[in-house]
């Protein structure tokens, strides 16, 4: 009879030392332990398949559309559209450097912006909605 079936009855679990009650403490525990890690690593592997098999979705949904959008354009409309972002980037970096001097209480002459990078938003949708809460709650 293994020590966790002795400490099932009452009995028995008088008569037991103290060391084979720790010892079958101490087996419960890693045995639990050992549940819950079981059950967070079957959670991440479900977590990290169902994330692949929707941005895979989303990864073909935005080539079919690509495709669309450049049989239907041609290269001409490509290559206007990078013009335009170029042009948007210049505003973006006057807006930029006018904020930063403006909360460094400086003027925009001392201040030379030389590189800008995008970083793309991976903010949960309900991380985006309580900051909109948060930014039109009136008081």
């Known amino acids: 009879m293994s ?35 079981l059950a967070l690593l079957l959670l991440f592997v479900i977590i990290t398949v169902l994330e692949k098999v929707l941005h895979g979705a989303e990864d073909k949904n935005k080539a079919s559309v690509a495709k669309k959008a450049e049989v239907s354009a041609g290269p001409v409309k490509v290559e206007e559209a990078q013009e335009e972002e170029e042009v948007d980037d210049t505003q973006l970096v006057a807006v930029i450097t006018a904020a930063i001097a403006a909360s460094l209480h400086t003027s925009t002459h001392n201040i ?28």
């Open 3 to 37: 020590l966790m079936e002795r400490m099932k009855v009452a009995s028995d679990l008088q008569n037991m030392s103290m060391g084979e009650k720790m010892l079958g403490s101490i087996q419960v525990a890693i045995f639990g332990i050992a549940i819950v890690f």
């Open 112 to 139: 030379v912006v030389r590189n800008i990078i995008r970083v793309p938003d991976t903010t949960p949708a309900w991380n985006k909605l309580g900051r909109m809460q948060q930014v039109n709650r009136i008081e």
